[in-house]
């Protein structure tokens, strides 16, 4: 690491001596992959820094609140790039100040960061970080200043204060769009002079993401990009702006893809004419969200559109800040509202006394609610027609074919006196229509009551005995078995390999007593005794 201050180089930093060439040659000391630091001081030059094809050079401050560079001329830029391809260069923590307010008509030179250089090839510069730098009075505060086709990408800002920027804040222009990872501009914050006449804060021709924006106190045009494919605008706070042109558009979104959200826009006062938040062109798609514009106690005549002429437009969410605001989604009386596919889901309007566009191939599918009071609001879809062509059908919800809200022509013919009447299921006896009786027997049916599945087996405790059919119990069949059922004579004798507990409910029985190997078997019957207890005997 090189520290400006330390031998050879002896930058004094007071604000006074001309440390001009002593930053220069630690610059070039340090070279490709060098370490320049600047520790706290205010450091006056008089001529630009360069840097020459030094990639991975890092320059850093101490802090940035205590390391000022000083531009004490005029037309010059503080830092000049003057090689191409120089990549992965990091400047941090530093405040570049010029020593007066700089203007383009006076001082067009005056960029606090400058690229130069005739193009070389479609390399560029590519992946610099510019991390805590602040800007003051400069023309420009990044400016790409070449001749032909110098791609810039992979560019990331992050934490960086502009204020009083006579013109510009960041000139990007690559002469081409590139399919190259795009720049990033993460939290940053712009303060303006109210007196002071800038043109576009952003002025683009990039692929490129803004993450969270503060601009205060900035006049007419924001940003314009006119060369991007994919390009994304969220998080943006703009406060004090004012408006002194006609017809003016705050974004211009050009020739790209664009998706923008959460833009939350304070205008305190303009011109009396038509004004847009989001403007685009025929090569342009938006998509946008959450969207809201307070025009405060200033801009108390003309109107302002948030949504502008784009090839297609799906948005969500746009606000004004009252309902006195003279502020709309669109205007429904220009031709920015026909390509408007969606608004919070719903078609555009149009309003009043103004046209549909010509139905086209483009169109097919599309839908517009019109606004008439001498017809009524009107809902119309583009079709293509049997005869090949493109027409605009009204969507006729009546069958009256005046766009009514009955039913649809379609379902008239099938109702009662049309031309293919679906009969009543209840008087024919046949499939048909279901009368209220029974959808309403249907509708009092418990839900999953036809999933009925019947047991396999059922306990006896749910038969009811009667006189004629009764359970027997095991004995009592084992008794009747050995009857035989006739009046009580002995005709099996029940075989048993041990007796029986002899009781008056065996009594008469006989029964087989099966002997083992060797032994033979012996038949007992049950006997009551004359002491009037029970016992088994064996007849020989």
Same mark, same amino acid.
């Given at each position: 690491?090189?520290?400006?201050?330390?031998?050879?180089?002896?930058?004094?930093?007071?604000?006074?001596?001309?440390?001009?060439?002593?930053?220069?040659?630690?610059?070039?000391?340090?070279?490709?992959? /060098?370490?320049?630091?600047?520790?706290?001081?205010?450091?006056?030059?008089?001529?630009?820094?360069?840097?020459?094809?030094?990639?991975?050079?890092?320059?850093?401050?101490?802090?940035?609140?205590?390391?000022?560079?000083?531009?004490?001329?005029?037309?010059?830029?503080?830092?000049?790039?003057?090689?191409?391809?120089?990549?992965?260069?990091?400047?941090?923590?530093?405040?570049?100040?010029?020593?007066?307010?700089?203007?383009?008509?006076?001082?067009?030179?005056?960029?606090?960061?400058?690229?130069?250089?005739?193009?070389? /090839?479609?390399?560029?510069?590519?992946?610099?970080?510019?991390?805590?730098?602040?800007?003051?009075?400069?023309?420009?505060?990044?400016?790409?200043?070449?001749?032909?086709?110098?791609?810039?990408?992979?560019?990331?800002?992050?934490?960086?204060?502009?204020?009083?920027?006579?013109?510009?804040?960041?000139?990007?222009?690559?002469?081409?769009?590139?399919?190259?990872?795009?720049?990033?501009?993460?939290?940053?914050?712009?303060?303006?002079?109210?007196?002071?006449?800038?043109?576009?804060? +952003?002025?683009?021709?990039?692929?490129?993401?803004?993450?969270?924006?503060?601009?205060?106190?900035?006049?007419?045009?924001?940003?314009?990009?006119?060369?991007?494919?994919?390009?994304?605008?969220?998080?943006?706070?703009?406060?004090?702006?004012?408006?002194?042109?006609?017809?003016?558009?705050? +974004?211009?979104?050009?020739?790209?893809?664009?998706?923008?959200?959460?833009?939350?826009?304070?205008?305190?006062?303009?011109?009396?004419?038509?004004?847009?938040?989001?403007?685009?062109?025929?090569?342009?798609?938006?998509?946008?969200?959450?969207?809201?514009?307070?025009?405060?106690?200033?801009?108390?005549?003309?109107?302002?559109?948030?949504? /502008?002429? +784009?090839?297609?437009?799906?948005?969500?969410?746009?606000?004004?800040?009252?309902?006195?605001?003279?502020?709309?989604?669109?205007?429904?009386?220009?031709?920015?509202?026909?390509?408007?596919?969606?608004?919070?889901?719903?078609?555009?309007?149009?309003?009043?006394?103004?046209?549909?566009?010509?139905?086209?191939?483009?169109?097919?599918?599309?839908?517009?609610?019109?606004?008439?009071?001498?017809?009524?609001?009107?809902?119309?879809?583009?079709?293509?027609?049997?005869?090949?062509?493109?027409?605009?059908?009204?969507?006729?919800?009546?069958?009256?074919?005046?766009?009514?809200?009955?039913?649809?022509?379609?379902?008239?013919?099938?109702?009662?006196?049309?031309?293919?009447?679906?009969?009543?299921?209840?008087?024919?006896?046949?499939?048909?229509?279901?009368?209220?009786?029974?959808?309403?027997?249907?509708?009092?049916?418990?839900?999953?009551?036809?999933?009925?599945?019947?047991?396999?087996?059922?306990?006896?405790?749910?038969?009811?005995?009667?006189?004629?059919?009764?359970?027997?119990?095991?004995?009592?069949?084992?008794?009747?078995?050995?009857?035989?059922?006739?009046?009580?004579?002995?005709?099996?004798?029940?075989?048993?390999?041990?007796?029986?507990?002899?009781?008056?409910?065996?009594?008469?029985?006989?029964?087989?007593?099966?002997?083992?190997?060797?032994?033979?078997?012996?038949?007992?019957?049950?006997?009551?005794?004359?002491?009037?207890?029970?016992?088994?005997?064996?007849?020989?």
């Amino acid at each position: 690491m090189i520290n400006i201050k330390g031998s050879p180089y002896r930058a004094v930093g007071d604000g006074i001596t001309d440390d001009t060439r002593a930053i220069q040659r630690a610059i070039d000391a340090a070279g490709p992959g /060098g370490n320049v630091f600047f520790p706290e001081g205010k450091y006056r030059i008089t001529d630009s820094l360069l840097i020459d094809y030094y990639p991975g050079l890092a320059i850093d401050g101490e802090n940035w609140e205590g390391v000022a560079v000083i531009m004490d001329a005029n037309n010059k830029p503080i830092v000049k790039f003057i090689a191409q391809d120089t990549n992965a260069v990091t400047l941090s923590n530093l405040h570049l100040q010029y020593k007066t307010q700089q203007v383009k008509e006076t001082n067009p030179n005056s960029s606090a960061i400058e690229y130069s250089g005739a193009a070389n /090839g479609e390399s560029g510069f590519n992946n610099h970080i510019y991390t805590k730098i602040r800007i003051t009075f400069a023309t420009y505060g990044f400016n790409v200043n070449t001749t032909g086709i110098v791609p810039i990408w992979g560019f990331k800002w992050e934490d960086i204060i502009l204020s009083k920027i006579g013109t510009t804040c960041f000139r990007i222009r690559s002469g081409q769009p590139i399919d190259r990872p795009m720049n990033t501009f993460a939290n940053v914050k712009i303060i303006q002079d109210a007196n002071a006449n800038p043109s576009y804060a +952003f002025d683009l021709q990039c692929e490129f993401l803004i993450d969270a924006l503060d601009i205060g106190g900035w006049k007419n045009e924001i940003l314009i990009n006119d060369r991007g494919y994919n390009c994304v605008i969220r998080y943006v706070n703009v406060d004090g702006h004012s408006i002194t042109k006609d017809f003016c558009s705050l +974004f211009i979104l050009q020739d790209g893809a664009y998706d923008v959200s959460a833009i939350d826009a304070n205008i305190v006062a303009w011109k009396s004419s038509q004004h847009k938040l989001l403007q685009g062109n025929a090569n342009s798609t938006l998509n946008a969200r959450n969207i809201r514009v307070d025009t405060g106690a200033g801009a108390v005549q003309g109107s302002m559109s948030i949504l /502008g002429t +784009f090839k297609k437009i799906v948005a969500a969410g746009l606000q004004k800040g009252s309902d006195v605001d003279p502020v709309e989604a669109y205007a429904g009386y220009l031709n920015d509202v026909w390509n408007v596919y969606s608004l919070d889901g719903l078609p555009p309007v149009i309003q009043d006394g103004y046209s549909l566009p010509a139905a086209s191939g483009e169109y097919r599918g599309r839908m517009f609610y019109v606004q008439s009071k001498q017809n009524g609001d009107q809902l119309f879809v583009c079709t293509l027609e049997t005869n090949n062509s493109y027409a605009w059908s009204k969507i006729d919800l009546d069958g009256t074919g005046d766009g009514g809200d009955g039913v649809s022509p379609h379902a008239s013919t099938h109702i009662t006196g049309g031309t293919d009447v679906i009969a009543n299921a209840d008087t024919t006896g046949k499939s048909g229509l279901m009368s209220s009786a029974d959808k309403t027997k249907l509708d009092g049916i418990e839900a999953k009551a036809n999933n009925y599945v019947h047991p396999a087996t059922h306990p006896a405790t749910m038969i009811v005995e009667d006189p004629s059919r009764r359970f027997v119990t095991d004995a009592e069949k084992a008794k009747w078995n050995i009857d035989g059922g006739s009046g009580g004579s002995t005709t099996i004798a029940q075989s048993v390999t041990s007796l029986p507990t002899a009781s008056s409910a065996n009594r008469g029985q006989l029964v087989l007593l099966l002997g083992a190997t060797n032994v033979a078997d012996m038949t007992y019957i049950c006997k009551k005794l004359a002491d009037n207890t029970y016992d088994w005997k064996q007849i020989d």
